[in-house]
């Protein structure tokens, strides 16, 4: 026959029941502490990366994009030819990784 009882002791003491509720119920407060402390910490990079973001957006003026909308105009063909070097290496690059 099957022994049913438990090779291990069980202390079924209303005091020791207490203590393990004591010990879980300070886990659970110590988790959420870290928590916390975590999502405060992630909060603050990403305000400081948004805050580096907008300074290198703001960065790129009006007078910028006219240059280069000028450089555009007197050399379309060396653009377009630029634009599809580009585009013939980042293409070249994916399919390599795809491979």
Known sequence: MTDLTSPYPTDTSSAAAAEKTKRAKEA???????A????????????????EKAKV?????????????TTAEEHPIGVAVGAFAIGL???FLIARNLD
């Open 36 to 51: 916390r402390e975590t999502a405060t910490e992630v909060a603050q990079q990403t305000r400081t990366f948004a805050a």
């Open 28 to 34: 659970v407060s110590k988790a959420v502490k870290s």
């Open 57 to 69: 957006g703001a960065a790129w003026t009006s007078e910028k994009a006219k240059v280069a909308h």
């Open 89 to 91: 290496g980042v293409g």
